[in-house]
């Protein structure tokens, strides 16, 4: 099936960019406050200071994997996981619904999973430094 305006698509890999860009700045500003304050962290979460640190060196290299273009099938696949481990903690452990009820619910997360889904299977588009 042909797409209805075909002249966007010369912009689908700036649009990767820009999605890539987007999941960057959020995992690397919640690994930043992960691995920089695993304590409190840790708290809020309910996981082990240890535990936290490296969630938030493994969204690090993650947001920095999907930015820089740098292995971003292999980040968005490990960011996906990661995501996919607090949809489980918010539906089980928390009882959270899918909108939420006294914090957020974790449709945030899936739409997370969505783009990460997106950045694994197109690559991350052309503008990558090491695919």
């Not at 860009?21 to 691995?35: Q, W």
């Not at 490296?54 to 990661?82: D, N």
């Not at 959270?96 to 889904?117: E, N, P, Q, R, V």
Request: aromatic letters at 10%.
């Amino acid at each position: 099936m042909d797409p209805v305006f075909p002249q966007l698509l010369q912009f689908s890999d700036v649009a990767l960019l820009c999605l890539r860009l987007m999941v960057a700045v959020v995992f690397f500003e919640s690994g930043r406050r992960h691995a920089g304050d695993p304590v409190g962290r840790a708290a809020s979460i309910g996981q082990s200071p240890g535990f936290t640190r490296f969630l938030g060196l493994a969204e690090l290299a993650g947001g920095l994997g999907v930015a820089a273009g740098v292995l971003p099938q292999l980040a968005a696949l490990g960011l996906v996981l990661i995501m996919l481990g607090a949809i489980q903690k918010k539906i089980f452990v928390w009882h959270t619904g899918f909108w939420g009820k006294s914090s957020d619910g974790w449709h945030y997360d899936l739409l997370f999973i969505a783009m990460c889904l997106v950045i694994a299977t197109t690559g991350g588009g052309r503008l990558v430094v090491f695919p």
